[in-house]
């Protein structure tokens, strides 16, 4: 099963986005409300808190400004790999992955 995130990891994932947004409208963009709304989902309940404060109404919501790299969509998309590499490494069993090697 999967361990939930946990308030420190939040704040920890919070405190890294704040710091790589530079720009206000980035607060609305959805790429941010995406991965807030994945840390909703990821977090044990009591990291609500610190989320609920960034998130905004959908109608007050716009589209990615196309920044290169967009700060919140580069975050979320780190986020979404290391969720991806702790679930391929939990799927192992005694040590066994799934490569050919060990199908022989």
Known sequence: M?????????????AAL???MQRE????CDCLQG???QLELDAEPAAAALIEPLKVPSAQMHGCLGCDPCPPGAAFADY???QSQSAGDESKC???GTDKEDEK
Request: hydrophobic content about 35%; overall charge positive.
């Open 2 to 14: 999967k361990r939930l995130l946990s308030v420190e990891d939040v704040e920890g994932l919070l």
């Open 35 to 37: 991965f807030l709304t």
């Open 94 to 96: 005694c040590g066994r």
């Open 80 to 82: 979404l790999r290391g």
């Open 25 to 28: 409208e980035c607060g609305h």
């Open 18 to 20: 704040r710091k790589a």
